[in-house]
């Protein structure tokens, strides 16, 4: 696993309706849709101009009947998925889908051991995110992990696909890890409160005017509060929820002064996150 790229190269909207989640995906960020459905699997594309940036499907039945809610997922690209099962579970983690073909590559839904879900896909056959995209408009700029227990959940990662952890000069370091791999920062790790939300993998969409894109998610049936601090990179971020409960999170600058704001906690997220972690290197720092 630790020769592998190893960086999150594709994500997935999985929700209980699809074509309301689609409407309010393209008025919030502007993202396009088209039907990239099989004769197994309905499925669609969310596109930023010609780039597809994100799956979307139908929460399976199976998945309802056990509990499961709309949720983002991110998939960790690699050569080889047998194996990375194999060795998720010899971590610890545990494997809720197993290698499977579908219409965007060979893939595994996995949890990390706290339950953190994400999956693991080798053979993508859609245009991958790359690190270098991490600044475009419309597409993830960053990756967030809300751990349980923060020094083990980054240790299954780093032992896992061979994530490097990068040190932060600031006195909330005990609380948060930046992770790198390939000599780039892709993620952030952070060490959620006491109860509340499970462990989970937050994902940041970039937006030009944050205000603006805010506001269109509480019009659209979302939620939407706003971090009252800006970020060291000059962006500025909003946690939200969908009509249909998935977590997500916009970054941007922002149009105007806030009027929600919070400074500890929003439903058991902190608000501190980015606030501690390096700026991500964009393709023209190098």
């Known amino acids: 696993m630790a020769n592998d790229p190893g960086y999150f190269a594709w994500y997935e909207l999985i929700t209980t309706d699809v074509t309301a989640a689609g409407a309010f995906y393209r ?70 889908v197993p290698p499977t073909d579908t219409n965007i590559g060979r893939i595994s839904v996995v949890a990390d051991p706290h339950t953190a879900t994400f999956g693991v896909v080798d053979r ?34 780093c032992a896992l696909f061979g994530w ?46 944050l205000d603006a894109a805010a506001e269109r998610v509480r019009a659209g049936g979302g939620q939407a509060l706003f971090n009252d601090v800006e970020l060291p990179s000059g962006l500025w971020v909003a946690h939200c929820v969908d009509p249909q409960g998935a977590a997500f999170a916009l970054q941007g600058k922002k149009g105007h002064t806030p009027k929600v704001g919070w400074s500890t906690e929003w439903q058991g997220f902190s608000s501190r996150g980015q606030l501690v972690a390096p700026k991500p290197r964009r393709a023209s720092d190098k």
């Open 27 to 96: 008025d919030v960020v502007g993202w396009g849709t088209k039907a990239d459905s099989t004769s197994q699997l309905p499925y669609a594309l969310f596109t930023t101009g010609e780039v597809s940036t994100a799956g979307l499907m139908e929460l399976p039945e199976e998945g309802r009947k056990m509990g499961a809610m709309p949720r983002w997922m991110g998939y960790v690209g690699i050569s080889d998925v047998h194996a990375a099962a194999d060795r998720i579970k010899r971590l610890g983690g545990a494997v809720y």
């Open 124 to 157: 993508l056959r859609v245009t991958p995110q790359l690190p270098t995209d991490f600044g475009k408009p419309g597409r993830i700029g960053w990756h967030e992990l809300f751990a349980a227990d923060l020094d083990k959940e980054v240790a299954f990662y």
């Open 164 to 209: 490097q952890k990068t040190n932060t000069e600031n006195h909330l370091a005990d609380a948060y890890v930046s992770l790198s791999s390939g000599g780039q920062i892709i993620a952030g790790a952070f060490k959620k409160p006491p109860g509340g939300s499970l462990p989970f993998w937050l994902f940041y969409v970039n937006v030009d005017d």
